[in-house]
């Protein structure tokens, strides 16, 4: 009988060892989260048409056809041209691509960034900590959109520009999430354990905070996507973003799209409906993907007691929206 | 509550400090100076070796280290209440940004007071039927109110019903005390474009925050008491759950000062969102740094009183 049981456990634990982490996250996904489905399809192909952009895309994205121009939807061209004689479909797929370059690098430096602050913050705490946390206040109280304005006004036009000004910014408002899971962290009797046996500071942080932050840190990541392919468009849409030539779907949509709407109104229309579509499906992915990982943020600020930190939560949560404008 | 609230009290002028210094340095310290910028502007217009390098850094104060302007800069505003002049137009900040500020409010209060309308039926609604299609079929519409840049949806406004039925928005301002109903008539859609988009984040709170109330006992209560649908909603639940939900709105201020800026650069209102685009497109950098210092001591003060009245609103509310 006793021997019956042993022998069983040990058997049930190899099977649900077998599934890691991801495929987990994955098949979780698609089984509860049809919508999330969605949104990781719209990310998959953005990041397809972005890499293959220029096997897909039918003409150059600054090749001009004199005898075409501003003329409406056809065989040839299938979304009509510009008014320079672009084909609009063929910008657009090289405008996927500028988007997912940005919005990746971006977030990934922002990433970064909130990492190191919130490390380092939550970690160290003390003086430090309340330093830093007057910088990020004055930062969470500037809008947004009206410091990034004057930081790219000032810095210029230019892809590396808006990834560095995005990244940091975004990175530092980001950085109170990430300082909040370390100080939740910081507390668990493990990291007392460790620090017991005379673990160092950094291999603490690196090796015990940095693993079980995982889930804020990838929420984090897929909510900062949507938000700064939003921003460069708006920035650009605003001519503070990508330089001239550079075929974002922002600046399509202010340069030639609001130039030449009576004639050819599918200028305005496609630039904004692509952005609409990957916007909403890197949202829909990352609401997923956080219901997932993180259930107690489920819908929003969800289960949190009611006591101190509900109201930093929704400060969170809002800041965390920020970007959309 | 009393120690917190002089706790909080006392931190003001501290974050305003620093906000006044990450204001200042965004325009001195980084690469690329404002001469330069002016110059090449100049020499892409075809107008070299027209200003006087020296003579513009020293009128514009720039040729003291960047201390002693920001000393400067601050001690104005504390002494005289003035924020400098314009480099362009040589007027007084100050009134300039005051001049403006009702386009503005107009318009943010407008937005706020239809996103309102729109999130909190939606959101309750939403909640009362968790889980069912209209939920997610509601849920899913606030996520796409998010993703939608409003200002695509005020360029389409102006495209289409332009083309369909012959109509466009009206752009020519009309002052509120001459007209109040056409002045409301060209607000109402850039209010809808601007509130439409912060609903969303609104809904989604509400829903959030009913779903934990009516999971509370005192909801069960009610039902058991047998009062109807409508009251234990509207009387209990709704009630507690709006309390994180107001503080929301207040804490969306920076969101709806974002987006004016292109909103009111589409539908052509002249607001601060204007003042600060033309400022930034002329390189008017002391205007820039005049608006951004007020927008975000404002959002400051509004955060405070969000803060204060939050446990005061909720006496359940523990201050840490």
Redesign the interface.
């Known amino acids: 009988m006793t021997t019956n049981v042993e022998a069983t456990i040990p058997k049930k634990r190899v099977e649900t060892k077998r599934r890691s982490f991801w495929a987990d996250v994955i098949i979780r996904l698609v089984r509860e989260k049809p ?1 999330g489905t969605f949104g990781a399809i719209v990310v998959i192909i953005l990041l397809v048409v972005g890499i293959f952009a220029n096997f897909i895309a039918p003409y150059g994205m600054n090749q001009m056809h004199l005898n075409a121009i501003l003329s409406p939807p056809s065989f040839k061209y299938l979304l009509g041209n510009d008014q320079l004689g672009r084909d609009l479909l063929s910008r657009l797929i090289y405008g996927a691509r500028i988007s997912m370059i940005i919005g990746i690098l971006g977030t990934t430096l922002s990433s970064v960034v909130s990492i190191v602050i919130g490390l380092i913050s939550g970690f160290i705490g003390g003086a430090t900590d309340m330093i830093v946390q ?2 990020v ?11 990034l ?3 790219m ?4 036009n230019g892809m590396f520009q808006i990834i560095i000004v995005l990244g940091i910014t975004f990175g530092i408002v980001g950085s109170r999430v990430i300082r909040s899971a370390v100080i939740a962290i910081k507390s668990n009797i493990y990291v007392s354990a460790s620090e017991a046996i005379g673990c160092s500071p950094i291999r603490l942080m690196i090796r015990h905070i940095l693993p079980n932050i995982m889930a804020p840190i990838i929420i984090n990541f897929t909510i900062g996507l ?1 938000g700064t392919i ?1 921003m460069e ?2 920035l650009s ?4 973003g990508v330089p001239p030539g550079i075929p974002s779907w ?1 600046s399509m ?2 340069n030639e ?2 130039k030449y ?2 004639q050819a ?1 599918n200028l ?2 496609w ?3 692509c ?2 579509i990957v ?2 499906g890197v ?2 992915f990352g ?1 997923a993907l956080r219901d997932i990982l993180d259930p107690r943020l ?6 949190y007691s ?6 930093r939560k ?2 969170e ?3 965390n ?2 970007p ?2 | 509550m009393g120690a917190y609230a002089i706790r909080r009290l006392l931190w003001v002028p501290v974050t305003v400090i620093v906000v006044s210094i990450i204001i200042f340095l965004s325009t001195r310290f980084i690469p690329g100076n404002i001469i330069d910028l002016i110059e090449s502007e100049m020499a892409a217009m075809g107008a070299t070796g027209i200003i006087n390098t020296k003579a513009v850094s020293h009128a514009l104060g720039l040729d003291v280290p960047v201390y002693v302007q920001y000393a400067r800069w601050i001690g104005n505003i504390v002494l005289h209440g003035s924020l400098g002049t314009s480099f362009l137009s040589k007027t007084n900040i100050t009134s300039e940004i005051l001049q403006r500020i009702p386009v503005t409010a107009e318009l943010g209060i407008m937005a706020t007071v239809i996103g309102v309308l729109i999130s909190i039926p939606i959101g309750v609604w939403s909640a009362m039927r968790q889980d069912t299609i209209s939920d997610y079929v509601l849920r899913s519409i606030a996520i796409l109110l998010i993703s939608v840049p409003s200002f695509w949806i005020a360029t389409m406004i102006f495209i289409y019903p332009s083309i369909w039925w012959n109509w466009t928005p009206p752009i020519q301002l009309i002052s509120f005390t001459k007209d109040p109903l056409g002045n409301l008539r060209m607000f109402i859609i850039p209010a809808l474009v601007l509130g439409a988009a912060l609903s969303g984040v609104t809904m989604r709170m509400t829903r959030a925050m009913m779903l934990e109330v009516l999971r509370q006992d005192y909801t069960r209560t009610a039902w058991a008491k047998g009062l109807s649908e409508r009251v234990i909603v509207i009387r209990h639940a709704l009630k507690n759950a709006l309390i994180p939900v107001v503080t929301i709105i207040g804490l969306q201020i920076p969101l709806i000062i974002g987006g004016e800026v292109i909103i009111e650069q589409i539908f052509v209102l002249p607001g601060i969102g204007r003042l600060i685009l033309d400022a930034l497109t002329n390189r008017d950098y002391p205007m820039v740094e005049g608006i951004n210092l007020v927008i975000a001591s404002f959002v400051i003060l509004i955060n405070l009183f969000v803060d204060l009245t939050y446990g005061w609103l909720d006496p359940r509310v523990h201050y840490e």
């Open positions: 919508l007057r910088f206040d004055g930062f969470m109280s500037v809008p947004g959109f009206l410091l304005l004057t930081i006004s000032i810095v210029g949507g939003m468009a708006s849409y605003l001519g503070f922002g949509l202010s799209g609001r709407m009576q109104p305005a229309l630039p904004g409906f952005l609409t916007v909403y949202n829909m609401d489920r819908g929003g600020v969800g289960s009611l006591k101190g930190n509900k109201l929704l400060k949560e809002t800041v929206r920020q959309m404008v």
